[in-house]
């Protein structure tokens, strides 16, 4: 998940250069987004067979790292190519349409993945291919994109230029560039790239999230395997920071991002503790359906579905309400709160919580999440230049997927921290290492039947305080960043200057 978040700064580093670049003696290139898109496409394509076609677990991580990269781009691809084919204020409805389809496949992956998985595990990989082609030879041979307007004034300019005379009356293959331009073009594009920075951020993040994963569990916390992954990641990141504000623009995270204003600030921190809060509640409620209500795998995809369905129709409804009065935070305050309430709620789960209950938290989160995650892309396209707004897309998406990789791993130290604790309350003559080491799916067939019932009331526990622990206190976080978004008419906004110091950015979010 980390890697796939970080690698959608490589796609935006690659389309911003595409878009902004202004040299003299290079050449036009039209449709890049089209171009990476169809790139990262086939990136996804080849990932998914490579797992297909694995024969090693190893091959299986090389196949799903490939599709993570890829699945990484396409989604930023999509929002950028809506940039350019739509303006701002009417862009909610769209993205809110895109990110209802991402609902739509939290719940679908796992039913239809399960069902093929009864088949063979290698059609979970192989079902993509047909889908992705027929998106590509779409994209290749029917759908055409048209030029931003940034691009057209270049071309406008360099046929001017050459041909001294009305850029209307130029023929169009003047200048169709060559084969060997092309790759002088590209060659440019991928020097441009900040692929130090990348190293270094993507190592920081192995590391760290390999000590908050072993610690508590493989190795202790105080140990010097666990403080030395912790620190060294920690390290790396300083480091990564200190090197971009020495490249400056050409950063991997330009810091111009963030000398926009505060409301850019926000945005991230809003992303990813209101993203982070999200994936704990995916990530640890199926765990509760299963093992503490008994439900088969299959089972507790289909009890998600209040979830989905709510954030859905939540996600197209506020795309519209935005759309119409062209203000984004009161949406944003309202999903977030019903976000938080929800949270409160899932802290008073009990293996005799009824389904009605259960189903109306879930509703109530959904709404809140569908009504706050494409806003994020909303709020950040009205605050960066037009030139940035990929960049800007790839930050609050890269934010949302590092938030979420990194506070998984922070629930699971929660959940095997407390659960000692609770198994004293519950049920002391189990052994709190064997049960972790178990899992809850499987625990009714190790556990004797006098103790089970204090089990469950210990992991149901322990679940509580992941819920109470993290994502109250995520949501809740989300919340009070989300009020310093400012308070702007997206119908009026204009794109923020190539260049703005803090001052005059501050001055434009009131």
């Not at 990262?40 to 990269?69: C, P, Q, W, Y």
């Not at 299963?290 to 506020?318: F, H």
């Amino acid at each position: 998940m980390s890697v796939a978040g970080v690698c959608q700064f490589v796609l935006t580093a690659s389309q911003l250069r595409h878009a902004s670049i202004d040299r003299p003696g290079l050449f036009h290139l039209p449709s890049t987004n089209k171009s990476t898109f169809i790139t990262f496409l086939f990136i996804f394509e080849l990932g998914n067979l490579v797992a297909g076609l694995a024969v090693s677990s190893v091959m299986v991580i090389v196949g799903r790292a490939i599709t993570g990269i890829g699945a990484s781009g396409i989604l930023t691809g999509v929002t950028a190519i809506i940039t350019t084919i739509r303006p701002l204020e009417k862009r909610p409805m769209l993205i809110g349409i895109i990110m209802g389809g991402v609902a739509m496949g939290q719940v679908g992956g796992p039913l239809i993945g399960g069902a093929l998985a009864q088949i063979s595990w290698r059609w979970v990989f192989y079902i993509n291919l047909p889908f992705g082609g027929i998106v590509m030879l779409l994209f290749l041979f029917v759908i055409r994109l048209p030029a931003s307007p940034k691009q057209q004034k270049q071309l406008e300019a360099m046929a001017a230029h050459a041909a001294n005379y009305d850029p209307t009356t130029v023929p169009s293959n003047l200048f169709k560039p060559t084969i060997r331009q092309k790759l002088a073009f590209y060659k440019a594009q991928l020097a441009r790239i900040d692929f130090p920075g990348f190293v270094c951020f993507a190592a920081g993040c192995a590391l760290f999230l390999m000590g908050l994963e072993w610690g508590g569990t493989q190795y202790a916390w105080d140990s010097a395997t666990v403080i030395g992954l912790l620190v060294g990641g920690s390290v790396l990141f300083v480091i990564f920071g200190a090197w971009s504000v020495h490249l400056g623009d050409r950063a991997l995270i330009p810091p111009r991002l963030l000398r926009y204003g505060r409301i850019n600030v926000f945005c991230g921190v809003t992303a990813l503790t209101q993203a982070a809060s999200v994936f704990v509640l995916m990530a640890y409620l199926p765990i509760w359906f299963q093992g503490i209500k008994g439900a088969t795998p299959i089972m507790s995809g289909v009890m998600l579905l209040p979830t989905i369905i709510a954030q859905l129709a939540a996600s197209i409804l506020c795309g519209f309400l935005v759309q119409k009065t062209g203000y984004y935070l009161p949406e944003i305050l309202v999903g977030n709160s019903l976000v938080s309430i929800a949270s409160g709620l899932f802290t008073t789960f009990t293996p005799s919580t009824s389904t009605g209950q259960w189903i109306g938290f879930q509703i109530l989160g959904g709404v809140g999440r569908g009504f706050v995650m494409q806003l994020l892309i909303t709020v950040i396209q009205a605050n960066v230049a037009a030139a940035d707004i990929p960049l800007g897309v790839s930050y609050v998406m890269f934010c949302q997927y590092f938030g979420g990789a990194v506070f998984i791993c922070a629930a699971r130290t929660v959940l095997t921290s407390t659960i000692g604790a609770e198994l004293l309350k519950y049920a002391p003559n189990v052994d709190a290492d064997l049960v972790v080491a178990t899992g809850i799916t499987e625990l009714r067939k190790v556990i004797p039947a006098g103790d089970i019932d204090g089990v469950l009331k210990a992991y149901n526990a322990a679940l509580v305080n992941v819920a109470k622990y993290l994502q109250l206190a995520l949501s809740g976080t989300a919340l009070v960043s989300s009020s310093f978004l400012g308070w702007r008419d997206i119908r009026k906004a204009q794109p923020a200057p190539e260049k703005m110091d803090t001052e005059q950015a501050n001055n434009q979010e009131t």
